[in-house]
């Protein structure tokens, strides 16, 4: 069975987990990375293998928009936005015009990705929790317990915390930054705070000092949650029953221990049912959208076509690291190929698991792939004149992905291109050689189809006394100026015929 199914199927047997509301969450703090889809992908997978058995499920997602800015992306000018460190996401303006914040803006570039290929959760941000007074319950439960929230992080964390230290990260009412605050008491109303100049490496804090009221109102965001424990506290408030994450927050001791404990001790919520999944990695490394190295999710659109990359998600089980390296020659045409078998599985009912792959890969209703290999897609790409055989053969879609591919992945001998002029290299020919070419000329006139004339040219050459090799080379090194080359026979139907007649004839002298 599928690893989704089974995870439905173990939901559902529990009978601990209802209603079925899944989630998910992303701090926008830059171009986010590949590897946040993966989580996307894993909780759609679930949701929908949930809708699937009949259930009425939902499945939100959660920008963390509140969150502060700790660090600049590479790309953003640093004079721009440093005076920003420190403060909530969505009080920093876009980088680009039209959006209302900077959180806004590369949230909207992310979920533009997810929806392409086929995920539709529905968007909750973070800050609506909090100013729609949502949060508010859960923050005085926190607060009220504080003393059990510092058991919990000390005896996770080995490591003895003073007792002024309190669950909450207030937005310092002078300066606006998050980052600088520190909270030392509640007395059940309002919390004291200090901003302090040197808490944090990366940015100051104004020195303000006092005591104001931690809830926030539909005007005003008074300060968050710690975000582990705000976690815990997001599952109570929206009502969440099935929420995983990466392995590193599901290790022993990790974020997900910690909500949990909170869950259980402080706020009194079952925890959600969770699945771990292992990394995207991106040749071999995995990488952070604050860096803004490595391919980013938008990124990903530009070199594959939507429902290839939902396929490259959905066939790798949930605990299998995927290793996906585009610059790798054989990994994009593979990813095609594998496209094809998984939809053969679907459409010929060889392989269930194989097959539900494939029907958990579709966007919307389910399409039949093209035939055609993407590695001889590749080579039409090149070709003139093969317009028609790539309407014929339905390849319109695959088309751009090819030509992408040959520009910037493909390796330099599967590039070809038809010289102008005859080629250096077809002055080495051999008089058999020459010969070959004079004698498949006299046959561009009679009709053909790709297949049987590439067959026609290896039986000429043979009946001249010429290994395949030595044939197909004549006419590579006549056409392309190069060795090897696409399949002979469609190259050569690909081509003006009267071109070819008289550049094998050039050749021939
Ligand atoms: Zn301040």
């Known amino acids: 069975m599928f690893w989704a199914d089974k995870v439905a199927s173990e939901i559902i047997d529990s009978g601990r987990y209802t209603p079925y509301w899944v989630d998910d969450m992303k701090t926008p703090s830059g171009r986010v990375h590949i590897g946040a889809l993966r989580g996307l992908v894993v909780h759609d997978l679930v949701y929908k293998a949930l809708i699937d058995r009949g259930k009425d499920a939902k499945y939100t997602y959660v920008f963390d928009n509140h969150d502060p800015m700790d660090d600049i992306p590479t790309y953003l000018p640093r004079e721009k936005f440093e005076k920003y460190l420190g403060m909530p ?24 990705v997810f929806r392409a290929i086929g995920c539709e959760p529905e968007i909750i941000w973070a800050k609506d929790l909090y100013t729609k007074g949502l949060m508010n319950g859960v923050i005085k439960e926190v607060l009220d317990n504080s003393a059990e929230v510092r058991k919990i992080y000390e005896e996770m964390y080995d490591k003895k915390l003073t007792d002024n230290w309190y669950p909450f990260q207030l937005f310092c009412p002078e300066c606006g930054k998050v980052s600088t605050t520190n909270v030392t008491g509640w007395d059940g109303k309002e919390v004291t705070y200090e901003c302090l100049p040197d808490k944090v490496p990366f940015t100051k804090g104004c020195g303000a000092k006092g005591k104001v009221s931690p809830f926030s109102t539909k005007d005003k965001m008074a300060g968050k949650l710690p975000w582990k424990v705000e976690w815990a506290c997001k599952w109570k408030v929206i009502g969440i029953t099935v929420e995983g994450a990466g392995k590193d927050h599901m290790s022993k001791g990790g974020s997900h221990d910690l909500a949990s404990e909170i869950c259980k001790r402080v706020i009194n919520y079952p925890v959600p049912y969770a699945v771990s999944y292992e990394w995207f990695l991106i040749g071999g490394r995995k990488m952070s959208s604050s860096k803004g190295v490595g391919t980013s999710a938008i990124d990903m659109l530009e070199i594959l076509p939507p429902e290839l990359i939902r396929f490259l998600m959905v066939r790798i089980k949930v605990n299998t690291q995927i290793n996906f390296d585009p610059t790798e020659p054989a990994t994009i045409p593979n990813l095609f190929d594998d496209y094809q078998k998984a939809s053969e599985a679907y459409f010929e009912k060889s392989n269930e698991d194989l097959a539900r792959v494939f029907e958990l890969s579709q966007i919307g209703e389910i399409k039949k792939p093209p035939l055609v290999r993407f590695s001889i897609l590749t080579q039409w790409v090149q070709m003139p004149n093969v317009e028609e055989e790539i309407k014929k053969q339905g390849l319109g879609e695959w088309v ?42 006299d046959e561009l006139d009679k009709k053909w189809n790709g297949e049987d004339f590439q067959v026609r040219i290896y039986d000429i050459g043979k009946e001249l006394g010429l290994t395949g090799k030595e044939t197909f080379q004549a006419i590579y090194q006549t056409l392309l100026g190069k060795d090897h080359g696409p399949k002979a026979g469609f190259l050569i139907l690909s081509l003006d015929k009267e071109f070819v007649k008289k550049r094998f004839q050039d050749a021939s002298k």
């Open 89 to 112: 996401l969505f009080s920093i303006p876009s980088p680009e015009p039209g959006f209302d914040n900077y959180a806004e803006f590369y949230a909207k570039e992310f979920e533009k």
């Open 400 to 441: 751009k992905y090819a030509k992408v591919w040959v520009e910037r992945f493909a390796p330099e001998d599967q590039k070809f291109e038809i010289q102008k002029g005859l080629p250096d290299a077809s002055k080495d020919l051999t008089d058999m050689q020459k010969k070959v070419l004079g004698k498949i000329s």
